[in-house]
T-cell receptor
Framework: KNQVEQSPQSLIILEGKNCTLQ??????????LRWYKQDTGRGPVSLTI?????NTKSNGRYTATLDADTKQSSLHITASQLSDSASYIC?????????????FGRGTQLTVWP | EADIYQTPRYLVIGTGKKITLECSQTMGHDKMYWYQQDPGMELHLIHY???????EKGDLSSESTVSRIRTEHFPLTLESARPSHTSQYLC?????????????FGPGTRLTVL
């Protein structure tokens, strides 16, 4: 059973609009949570990482939030651009070993229309 | 942009063929990984290596094998490809031992077995 659930599965927005993607996880014990951006036909690229004590992290127009109590995270994209069209993947790292195990969500496919 | 490369980017072969997917990185990372990803699905870890002559199987059972003779190379081999092996294969590398260290992904190889 996938322990990282993302919603929505897909999303279409107009250029310039904002959007928020959701990630709920059940992974325990928790080490950190990352958001990756994966362009079509490419490998994922890390956008943000948050540890247990952090509840917000920004990277340009991307802002991630984390509520470790409710085990929820969100990725907010401001003033979307056509180049934001991609799959956004939520990845949770546990503390089971030195590097931990990575739990991947299935991603939210974002399409930005002109 | 991460210095991690995969070849070929696309491969279409017939059933029963032996194939090797190449992965190389120029960052001197000790840790390397192979993931399998089907469309709309999460990444699954199939192999990983913590250094030269170290290889381990991942969470998803795979008929592929890997080797790590040099730090920079982590090839994946299928002795006899089958249609069930059709998928995208992503290679990644990581520098340190901390759970917060970033995994850098290659562009992937999309394999189709007819």
């Amino acid at each position: 059973k996938n322990q990282v659930e993302q919603s929505p599965q897909s999303l279409i927005i107009l250029e310039g609009k904002n959007c928020t993607l959701q990630c709920n996880y059940t992974v325990s014990p928790f080490s950190n949570l990352r958001w990756y951006k994966q362009d079509t036909g490419r490998g994922p690229v890390s956008l943000t990482i948050m540890t247990f004590s952090e509840n917000t992290k920004s990277n340009g127009r991307y802002t991630a939030t984390l509520d470790a109590d409710t085990k929820q995270s969100s990725l907010h994209i401001t003033a979307s651009q056509l180049s934001d069209s991609a799959s956004y993947i939520c990845v949770v790292n546990d503390r089971g070993s030195t590097l931990g195990r990575l739990y991947f969500g299935r991603g939210t496919q974002l399409t930005v229309w002109p | 942009e991460a210095d991690i490369y995969q070849t070929p980017r696309y491969l279409v072969i017939g059933t029963g063929k032996k194939i090797t997917l190449e992965c190389s990185q120029t960052m001197g990372h000790d840790k390397m990984y192979w993931y399998q990803q089907d469309p709309g699905m999460e990444l699954h870890l199939i192999h990983y290596s913590y250094g030269v002559n170290s290889t381990e199987k991942g969470d998803l059972s795979s008929e592929s094998t890997v080797s790590r003779i040099r730090t920079e190379h982590f090839p994946l081999t299928l002795e006899s490809a089958r249609p069930s092996h059709t998928s995208q294969y992503l290679c990644a590398s990581c520098q340190g031992a901390s759970s917060t260290d970033t995994q850098y992904f290659g562009p992937g190889t999309r394999l189709t077995v007819l």
